[in-house]
T-cell receptor, first 118, second 109 residues
Framework: GAVVSQHPSWVICKSGTSVKIECRSL??????MFWYRQFPKQSLMLMAT?????????EQGVEKDKFLINHASLTLSTLTVTSAHPEDSSFYIC??????????????FGPGTRLTVL | GIQVEQSPPDLILQEGANSTLRCNFS?????LQWFHQNPWGQLINLFY???GTKQNGRLSATTVATERYSLLYISSSQTTDSGVYFC???????????FGIGTKLQVIP
């Protein structure tokens, strides 16, 4: 149980284009999903917290107009990188909170999406 | 915000050896998780352990919340244990997740 998928697993795009990444909880409903960014050989940095049916909460320094997050259902959150530039190239990882009694805060992670902007 | 420190940053082990990874945090936490990131980037849940001790096969973890640290024990290490081990804590009124920098483990045959 507690499987989270991401699509696509990797994407290469031209500078100036927009890229959408999907995060799905396959076998549970997730009222809260998280988006992280990881640079090579570094730790994960939380970008935003996504709650179903409401606006995402962005961390300080993350541009909300550049990284659009939509959490339209209890099993799907999307991250759209708008007008991507080479500096947006990174490994993007989502996670979902299952919310089980006694383990409400436990997060399960997707496999990540590697974005390369040329 | 809360500071999460992991040690050692790098570790090389001979197959079959045991090791202890440490995670220190600077404030009280609501949750602590240990993850293993494999070479393909996938984060695998190891333990959900805000306090106490848990064991799963060759791995075990202990969190002493009052002293603000957690330990991950790996016994009889195997080459498949290689990768980066992260601890992550949940803290504060906003329930923000903070990751440590990770311990990069290499197990050699």
């Amino acid at each position: 149980g507690a499987v989270v998928s991401q699509h696509p697993s990797w994407v290469i795009c031209k500078s100036g284009t927009s890229v959408k990444i999907e995060c799905r909880s396959l076998d549970f409903q997730a009222t809260t999903m998280f988006w992280y960014r990881q640079f090579p050989k570094q730790s994960l940095m939380l970008m935003a917290t996504s709650n179903e049916g409401s606006k995402a909460t962005y961390e300080q320094g993350v541009e909300k107009d550049k990284f659009l997050i939509n959490h339209a259902s209890l099993t799907l959150s999307t991250l759209t990188v708008t007008s991507a530039h080479p500096e947006d190239s990174s490994f993007y990882i989502c996670s979902a909170r299952q919310g089980l009694a006694g383990r409400q805060n436990e997060q399960f992670f997707g496999p990540g999406t590697r974005l390369t902007v040329l | 915000g809360i500071q999460v420190e992991q040690s050692p940053p790098d570790l090389i082990l001979q197959e079959g050896a045991n090791s202890t990874l440490r995670c220190n945090f600077s404030d009280s936490v609501n949750n602590l998780q240990w993850f293993h990131q494999n070479p393909w980037g996938q984060l695998i849940n190891l333990f959900y352990i805000p306090s106490g001790t848990k064991q799963n096969g060759r791995l075990s973890a202990t969190t002493v919340a009052t002293e603000r640290y957690s330990l991950l024990y790996i016994s009889s290490s195997q080459t498949t244990d290689s990768g980066v081990y992260f601890c992550a804590v949940l803290s504060g009124g906003y329930q923000k997740v903070t990751f440590g920098i990770g311990t990069k483990l290499q197990v050699i045959p």
